[in-house]
């Protein structure tokens, strides 16, 4: 069965730093790309960072400079670096993967919720001021 499982989440407060990870299988890992995700009650699930298969990362304005996303490719492991956190990264985070075609490629966004093949269960983020 394929799975994504983070860990990491937690209290912390405003200024704080927090690391996330995301465990999967070696065959999963290398079967997908892979990015971190958030959601809060009542409002759509929002891409926070990705990284491509060569290493290219991408991230949203809202934690450009305070985030940081990074593998283990040796471990199957993805990790978000969370920096300078800010009550407005309270969230549930999502380890989440998109699958890749016969060629490598993987299709679709890789911040787009609806392009998202495989999501792990999440793990929570609690920032206080």
């Known amino acids: 069965q394929v799975q994504l499982a983070e860990s990491g989440g937690g209290s912390a407060q405003s200024g704080g730093s927090l690391i996330l990870s995301c465990a999967a299988s070696?065959?999963?890992?290398?079967?997908?790309?892979m990015a971190w995700f958030r959601q809060t009650p009542g409002k759509e699930r929002e891409g926070v960072a990705f990284?491509?298969?060569?290493?290219?990362?991408g991230y949203s304005d809202s934690v450009k400079g305070r985030f940081t996303i990074s593998e283990d490719k040796g471990k199957s492991t993805l990790l978000l670096h969370m920096s300078s956190l800010e009550p407005d990264d309270t969230a549930m985070y999502y380890c989440?993967?998109?699958?890749?075609?016969?060629?490598?490629?993987?299709?679709?966004?890789?911040?787009?919720?609806?392009?998202?093949?495989?999501w792990g269960k999440g793990t929570l983020v609690t920032i206080s001021s």
């Open positions: 989440a993967g998109r699958r890749r075609n016969r060629y490598g490629y993987c299709a679709g966004s890789p911040m787009n919720q609806q392009d998202i093949d495989l």
């Open positions: 070696a065959d999963t890992y290398k079967d997908y790309c």
């Open positions: 990284i491509s298969a060569k290493g290219y990362t």
